[in-house]
């Protein structure tokens, strides 16, 4: 049974910075893509990075420039480094282990439970 858990988020003033963690088990972790998903409230779920277990990543244009995802696989561990926080940010973050699907998208399979990040002066 995979299970994926978030760790570091919390409230941090626009500006700054916070690194998420995600440690996965019960899975062969480096053969999967992994990605970050947020849902700020009232909206929908929406993609914010992937990387495959080779670590090609893609990042939404909204945060290109600004976050990171990396991973280590020796410690089945996916990370999300936030620079440059934005108030419109503000959301629950979620892990996730996928697949990356013919087309090069990334679909989505397990989810870990989420992390709030709060950004505010």
């Known amino acids: 049974q995979v299970q994926l858990v978030e760790s570091g988020g919390g409230l941090v003033q626009p500006g700054g910075s916070l690194r998420l963690s995600c440690a996965a088990s019960g899975t062969i972790f480096s053969i999967y893509a992994m990605g970050w998903y947020r849902q700020a409230p009232g909206k929908q779920r929406e993609l914010v990075a992937w990387i495959t277990g080779t670590g090609s990543t893609n990042h939404a244009n909204s945060v290109k420039g600004r976050f990171t995802i990396s991973r280590d696989n020796a410690k089945n561990a996916v990370y999300l480094q936030m620079n440059s926080l934005q108030p419109e940010d503000t959301a629950v973050y979620y892990c996730?282990?996928?697949?990356?699907?013919?087309?090069?998208?990334?679909?989505?399979?397990?989810w870990g439970q989420g992390t709030q990040v709060t950004v505010s002066s």
């Open positions: 996730n282990q996928g697949v990356i699907i013919p087309d090069g998208t990334y679909s989505p399979n397990f």
